[in-house]
């Protein structure tokens, strides 16, 4: 096991695969542990966060789509894995919170693909680095990218997932520009991912909907072009 590298934790009932997944990234340098279901996750969860969860769909008791919406508002990218490939299974596992979904059977090669773009969004830095790249502030709110902290305009923290809040930055530095989805697919999910317009669309719902419930009216921060993309409409500054 890779001591040193990225946190992750694979969970699915079926030990030859969970086996099989922890084998091959170990072998690309991350730390892994598996979980045979949600109570072995909570576990290892306590024991120590993890970086990002690879989260098999068709468990038994509690199973993965249910797991994927406690995990929302913890600071842990989701790859969601199920047998079940179809567009309404995909957005059925994206609205519950997962930052990327993965149809069953898969490449394991596609899997790492996934999780580097996770992990790149998840952890990426500062780009123009020094001073003045710290984060961003909009309409009473900061954005601070070196902790991945979003505060309200009351002061008050708003948790993200690895997802949204890759999507809120992508919106946030591109303020006042129009970025249609395909852009923001790739800014969000990297070169690796799959087109999937809905995947947007309900990234942009969910980040919405955290906007509004820690600030009255924030959700028109994110305009909608309908049939083009989207705009972030405030006025941005430099932290």
Request: proline share 5%; net charge neutral.
């Amino acid at each position: 096991m890779a001591a040193d590298g990225p946190r992750l934790i694979v969970v699915d009932d079926d030990a030859s695969i969970r086996d099989a997944l922890r084998d091959y990234l170990v072998r690309h340098g991350y730390h892994v542990r598996v979980a045979d279901g949600a109570a072995a996750l909570d576990r290892l969860m306590a024991e120590m966060p993890a970086d990002l969860v690879v989260l098999d769909w068709m468990m038994p008791g509690e199973d993965g789509l249910s797991v994927c919406r406690r995990l929302a508002d913890a600071e842990v990218a989701v790859l969601m894995l199920s047998a079940l490939g179809s567009p309404p299974d995909r957005v059925i596992g994206l609205e519950v919170g997962a930052d990327d979904y993965l149809a069953k059977p898969f490449d394991p090669r596609e899997l790492l693909a996934r999780v580097r773009a996770l992990l790149r969004r998840s952890r990426r830095l500062p780009a123009s680095g020094g001073a003045g790249a710290e984060g961003y502030g909009f309409d009473g709110w900061t954005l601070h990218l070196d902790t991945r902290v979003l505060r309200a305009p009351d002061a008050a923290e708003v948790v993200l997932t690895a997802g949204e809040f890759a999507l809120l930055r992508a919106l946030v530095e591109a303020a006042g520009r129009v970025l249609d989805r395909e852009r923001l697919m790739r800014l969000t999910h990297g070169d690796a991912a799959e087109p999937f317009d809905r995947a947007i669309d309900l990234a942009v719902s969910r980040l919405r909907r955290k906007l509004a419930q820690a600030h009255a009216g924030a959700d028109a921060l994110i305009q909608t072009l309908r049939g083009v993309g989207y705009r972030f409409a405030a006025p941005v500054r430099r932290l």
